[in-house]
């Protein structure tokens, strides 16, 4: 069995938690993106559904 000193094994969780930080990071922002994206359409939508209206308020 290979031997570590603690210093070693602090090392070792350290950097594995840094990897795993780094991939949740990476995740929040194509989360953040999608998001973004998703906003903008809706508004997109909500623009369109404004103009239905007005065109409906004006033939009735």
């Given at each position: 069995?290979?031997?570590?000193?603690?210093?070693?094994?602090?090392e070792a969780i350290n950097k594995i938690n840094n990897q795993k930080i780094d991939?949740?990071?990476?995740?929040?922002?194509k989360a953040r993106k999608s998001a973004d994206k998703a906003i903008e359409s809706l508004h997109e939508e909500q623009e369109?559904?404004?103009?239905?209206?007005?065109?409906?308020d004006r033939i009735f």
């Amino acid at each position: 069995m290979i031997s570590m000193t603690l210093e070693e094994h602090i090392e070792a969780i350290n950097k594995i938690n840094n990897q795993k930080i780094d991939e949740l990071i990476d995740r929040l922002g194509k989360a953040r993106k999608s998001a973004d994206k998703a906003i903008e359409s809706l508004h997109e939508e909500q623009e369109l559904l404004d103009k239905l209206k007005e065109r409906n308020d004006r033939i009735f």
